[in-house]
């Protein structure tokens, strides 16, 4: 068994895996509902979109739990205080190359960092809210966000557009993994521990 550490314990592995074959699931389904790409697959790539959908908002229950009850509580690597608000220039500045290092005293995770898995989340659940109304089964519990959003269409805009900001987000969450430490990659991706954490 991998060795388990504080920065990235076996669950949060398995959390990460889970969440990131859900991801990949409501895109691939979600491009084909919209613009279906082979004959008669709607029928699953809808039941596909839906079983993803339920994976990730659990995930997402089953990591906001462990952040604030498991042995290896973390909700405090996601504070977003003065302190961290002053580090963004210094983050931003070595996310464009004008800074050589990441400033001092960022934690486990950089504001820039933070932000953007704070805002994920919160953006998983107008992407449900969407979905649940777009779908005949839900959608009449959901009338109420059509009317406020003034139709079906700009309904599904919304959450074409939300889908988007995820794509963006996750190929940039990739790119940085792969190039900022190639060693965390492979140790949340594929278990293989860096050499600093072997004992």
Same mark, same amino acid.
């Given at each position: 068994?991998?060795?388990?550490?504080?920065?990235?314990?076996?669950?949060?592995?398995?959390?990460? @895996?889970?969440?990131?074959?859900?991801?990949?699931?409501? +895109? &691939?389904?979600?491009?084909?509902?919209?613009?279906?790409? /082979?004959?008669?697959?709607?029928? @699953?790539?809808?039941?596909?979109?839906?079983?993803?959908?339920?994976? &990730?908002?659990?995930?997402?229950?089953?990591? &906001?739990?462990? !952040?604030?009850?498991?042995?290896?509580?973390?909700?405090?690597?996601?504070?977003?205080? =003065?302190?961290?608000?002053?580090?963004?220039?210094?983050?931003?500045?070595?996310?464009?190359?004008?800074?050589?290092?990441?400033?001092?005293?960022? +934690?486990?995770?950089?504001?820039?960092?933070?932000?953007?898995?704070? /805002?994920? !989340?919160?953006?998983?659940?107008?992407?449900?809210?969407? +979905?649940?109304?777009?779908?005949?089964?839900?959608?009449?519990?959901?009338?109420?966000?059509?009317?406020?959003?003034?139709?079906? !269409?700009?309904?599904?805009?919304?959450?074409?557009?939300?889908? @988007?900001?995820?794509?963006? &987000? +996750?190929?940039?969450?990739?790119?940085?993994? =792969?190039?900022?430490?190639?060693?965390?990659?492979?140790?949340?991706?594929?278990?293989?521990?860096?050499?600093?954490?072997?004992?």
């Amino acid at each position: 068994m991998a060795h388990e550490t504080a920065e990235h314990p076996v669950e949060m592995r398995i959390y990460h @895996w889970l969440h990131l074959i859900g991801m990949i699931t409501l +895109g &691939v389904s979600g491009f084909y509902i919209h613009s279906p790409f /082979f004959p008669n697959g709607m029928r @699953w790539m809808r039941f596909a979109h839906f079983v993803a959908m339920y994976v &990730v908002l659990v995930v997402l229950v089953l990591r &906001v739990s462990y !952040a604030f009850l498991s042995r290896n509580r973390d909700f405090h690597s996601f504070g977003l205080g =003065l302190k961290q608000w002053k580090l963004i220039p210094g983050v931003l500045g070595y996310y464009l190359f004008l800074k050589k290092k990441l400033p001092e005293g960022v +934690g486990a995770y950089n504001p820039m960092q933070r932000l953007t898995y704070i /805002f994920f !989340a919160l953006l998983l659940i107008p992407q449900a809210i969407t +979905g649940f109304s777009m779908y005949s089964s839900t959608a009449p519990y959901f009338t109420w966000f059509v009317t406020f959003m003034g139709g079906l !269409a700009k309904v599904r805009a919304l959450h074409l557009f939300i889908m @988007w900001v995820f794509l963006a &987000v +996750g190929l940039a969450h990739v790119y940085l993994s =792969l190039f900022e430490d190639f060693a965390q990659f492979k140790y949340m991706i594929l278990s293989v521990e860096p050499k600093e954490l072997k004992k």
